[in-house]
T-cell receptor, first 112, second 109 residues
Framework: KNEVEQSPQNLTAQEGEFITINCSYSVGISALHWLQQHPGGGIVSLFMLSSGKKKHGRLIATINIQEKHSSLHITASHPRDSAVYICAVRYNYGGSQGNLIFGKGTKLSVKP | DVKVTQSSRYLVKRTGEKVFLECVQDMDHENMFWYRQDPGLGLRLIYFSYDVKMKEKGDIPEGYSVSREKKERFSLILESASTNQTSMYLC????????FGPGTRLTVT
């Protein structure tokens, strides 16, 4: 079964620290997404990647297609970054459109 | 801004009741999705629809059905709610990028 593995499951950091969350997957993909879920449930899309690197403010997402691995970095972390970060991939196989496979999420807590 | 709304944020139902969860999107998306999210399991796809009146089973369709009579609206139906369907239910729409609703936390007692 195609799976998405995230690490770590839980992460506690001090304000200002540089944070890395990792995601690995098993076979070829057409796209990888990083999502953010705050307490209360709402999910927001942060990045969609198929190659290389993307940056938005203090967030950076990278993907290495050969190694089947992606990282989400947060620079100068802040307590408002506390959330669950979810990696999701769309695999390259025949089937219906738009299906994503989700990792279990990384719960980040940034202490002031 | 894309908006995906869900009919309820919190819902409490009794075992055996029929439950309707509604989702509405305002971006004319063809694809709509229903997921459930449980601790330690992540998001799992229940059903999705790629057009009006079209539906396909996801990974965990048992105990659920769906209805898509209009493009903007996708309903999830629990024909006879059971306690193991207590969960957070999330609707999404979109194709290359998915936009999520706020979620419905359903408790079945």
């Amino acid at each position: 079964k195609n799976e998405v593995e995230q690490s770590p499951q839980n992460l506690t950091a001090q304000e200002g620290e540089f944070i890395t969350i990792n995601c690995s997957y098993s076979v070829g993909i057409s796209a990888l997404h990083w999502l953010q879920q705050h307490p209360g449930g709402g999910i927001v899309s942060l990045f969609m990647l198929s190659s290389g690197k993307k940056k938005h403010g203090r967030l950076i997402a990278t993907i290495n297609i050969q190694e089947k691995h992606s990282s989400l970095h947060i620079t100068a972390s802040h307590p408002r970054d506390s959330a669950v970060y979810i990696c999701a991939v769309r695999y390259n196989y025949g089937g219906s459109q738009g299906n994503l496979i989700f990792g279990k999420g990384t719960k980040l807590s940034v202490k002031p | 801004d894309v908006k995906v709304t869900q009919s309820s944020r919190y819902l409490v139902k009794r075992t055996g009741e029929k439950v309707f969860l509604e989702c509405v999107q305002d971006m004319d998306h063809e694809n709509m999705f229903w997921y459930r999210q449980d601790p330690g399991l992540g998001l799992r796809l229940i059903y999705f629809s790629y057009d009006v009146k079209m539906k396909e089973k996801g990974d965990i369709p048992e105990g659920y059905s769906v209805s898509r009579e209009k493009k903007e609206r996708f309903s999830l139906i629990l024909e006879s709610a059971s306690t193991n369907q207590t969960s957070m239910y999330l609707c999404a729409s979109g194709s290359s990028e998915q936009y999520f609703g706020p979620g419905t936390r359903l408790t079945v007692t």
